[in-house]
Each structure stands twice: as structure tokens, then as C-alpha cells.
């Protein structure tokens, strides 16, 4: 069994990675003043977020066609293949993993195994990277999606949202409504849910401060908590600057853990607008 990893543009893997372990990377279009870009391919995440703060049109998200993910799929048929687990974004946030898993068998002698990630971003990416390292230490198909469930059970992710206005319109915000009244004078702080993975409010506070705090006390319970090593990721939606001094600030407070520094890209970005910022964890994937 030869075994391809394939993900997509919102896991936000270096060149590097991609290169280093093999991995396919799907771009998931986006559509911008009636012009369809492909994420990291068409449009820099720079080049988006000016667009944002210039457009009078609200950009919107698609899926990859199943006839250009079919046409990728024959390719790594050809390129010695039989197996493919593609690892994608939360069913909740996109119906493309399950709309990929009815292409198993469509290219003759390849299986095609659809991953529900069960969220995105780096924290996918954390995923994918452990699938991909796996597969290049030759274990086993069945012992690699054991560890991605096992994995993908000790995620959890907070978003402090800056303007809400992108989620509500994207629709992508369940009971939004509570919340839509005083979204002008909150920062409300955003999960998904255990039960139905839906993006949900976690808790509405008064400042940007107040709610990266609670964020952190939430960190600081789960440390409390779990009996393995953790490894934290700190994201921005086109604040650097915002995003670095956090990501410093964990890092001192633990430095015991491992706290990384990503980018909220143009399709995730379209939903949670400008100004973001989000920690999440999952346990150390070398501890697995």
C-alpha cells in the first residue's frame, strides 16, 4: 500500500512541509467582487485583507469541483498511489469532505478515505503533518487513523472576534442572534461545539483584553487538566502585531509548551473577519 496525503489551502502549511513530506494541497476558492481566487494561489492573504478593507462587496467561499479534485486524484493515481487519505476542513464549516467521499473507487485501483478534521487551520495542519510523517515511517492505514482520532479528540480552540458582522453574513455563526444586538460593543469569544461542531458563542466580554484573558485562563484549566503535553498555536487575522505580543506572552507564561504563530488565511478570514485572534491546542503529536 502507497499511501498520499492530501489536504487543503486552510491548513496553512509551509512550502517546506509540503515539499518535505509529500503532501497535496487542494486551494479552496473564495469569490471577491464576482471573481473567483484560489487560496495561495491566486491572491496573497495580504493582498485579501486590503481587499477587505477597500471592497464594498462581501467576499463569499466555495468548494473545490469535484472534477478538478477527480482530476487530482488521477494524478497521484499516476504518480504510484493506491491510497488516499484527504484530510479536510469541519463538515460544519464546508460540505467538501463528505461531497470527496463519493469519489472513492471513481479512479480505478485508488481508495479514497475522507477525513473529517473536525476544524481548520494550523490546528488541521497539525493533523495532516502527524498522517504525513506517519506514512513516511511506513505504519500502518488503520494505525494512522487511530492516532488522527485520537488526536483530533484533545483539540479546542477559542476566537475572539473583533466585528461579527463577516460571520453573520457567512452564515457560519449558530444563534448568531443572541448575540447580533451588541456585537458593535463585544468581543465575542468563539468555539465549536462538542456536541454538534457547529461554530457557537463561548462567552461575550466588553474588551479585546478582557477576552484574550478568559482565553487564557481557559488554556491555563486545560493544562491544568490533561495528562499529556500540549502544544498551542496563536493565530491572527491580519494583526501581526496583536498576534506576536500574544504568542509571546503564552510563551513566557509556559514555557514549558510549545506555542506557535500562524495566520488566519483568505477562506477563513472571509468568515471571521479582520482584527481576529484565536489560541487553540491539541496534544503533542510526537507524543503519539
Known amino acids: 500500500m502507497k499511501i498520499a496525503i492530501v489536504t487543503d489551502s486552510t491548513a496553512t502549511l509551509t512550502q517546506a512541509e509540503i515539499e518535505k513530506y509529500h503532501i497535496y494541497v487542494e486551494p479552496i476558492p473564495f469569490i471577491f467582487d464576482d471573481q473567483v481566487y484560489r487560496e495561495g494561489v491566486d491572491l496573497t492573504t495580504a493582498e485579501f485583507y486590503e481587499m477587505l478593507q477597500t471592497s464594498t462587496s462581501f467576499p463569499s467561499t466555495s468548494q473545490p469541483s469535484l472534477g478538478d479534485t477527480l482530476a487530482l486524484y488521477q494524478q497521484i493515481k499516476a504518480d504510484g498511489y493506491d491510497t488516499i487519505i484527504a484530510i479536510h476542513l469541519a463538515s460544519t464549516i464546508s460540505g467538501y469532505v463528505n461531497n470527496i467521499a463519493s ?15 473536525m476544524i481548520t487551520v494550523r490546528l488541521m495542519g497539525q493533523l495532516v503533518l502527524k498522517a504525513a510523517g506517519m506514512v513516511q515511517a511506513g505504519v500502518e492505514l488503520d494505525t494512522i487513523l487511530a492516532t488522527l482520532d485520537t488526536l483530533r479528540a484533545t483539540m479546542d480552540e477559542y476566537f475572539v472576534v473583533d466585528d461579527l458582522q463577516n460571520l453573520v453574513r457567512g452564515g457560519r455563526l449558530s444563534n448568531a442572534g443572541a448575540i447580533i444586538g451588541t456585537m458593535l460593543k463585544v468581543k465575542p469569544i468563539l468555539t465549536f461545539d462538542n456536541d454538534t461542531n457547529h461554530i457557537v458563542p463561548f462567552e461575550k466580554v466588553r474588551s479585546m483584553k478582557k477576552a484574550l484573558k478568559a482565553v487564557e485562563d481557559l488554556f491555563d ?55 481576529a485572534l484565536a489560541l487553540t491546542w491539541i496534544r503533542e503529536p510526537e507524543s503519539l
Open 103 to 117: 469519489l472513492d473507487g471513481a479512479v480505478d485501483g485508488l481508495k479514497v478515505i475522507a477525513y473529517d478534521s
Open 221 to 275: 484549566q486545560a493544562i491544568a487538566t490533561v495528562d499529556y503535553p500540549l502544544r498551542a498555536t496563536v493565530f491572527h487575522a491580519n494583526d501581526e502585531v496583536a498576534g506576536r505580543a500574544w504568542q509571546q506572552e503564552l510563551q513566557q507564561r509556559h514555557p514549558e509548551i510549545p506555542v506557535e504563530f500562524s495566520y488566519i488565511g483568505a477562506v477563513i478570514g472571509t468568515h471571521l473577519g479582520q482584527g
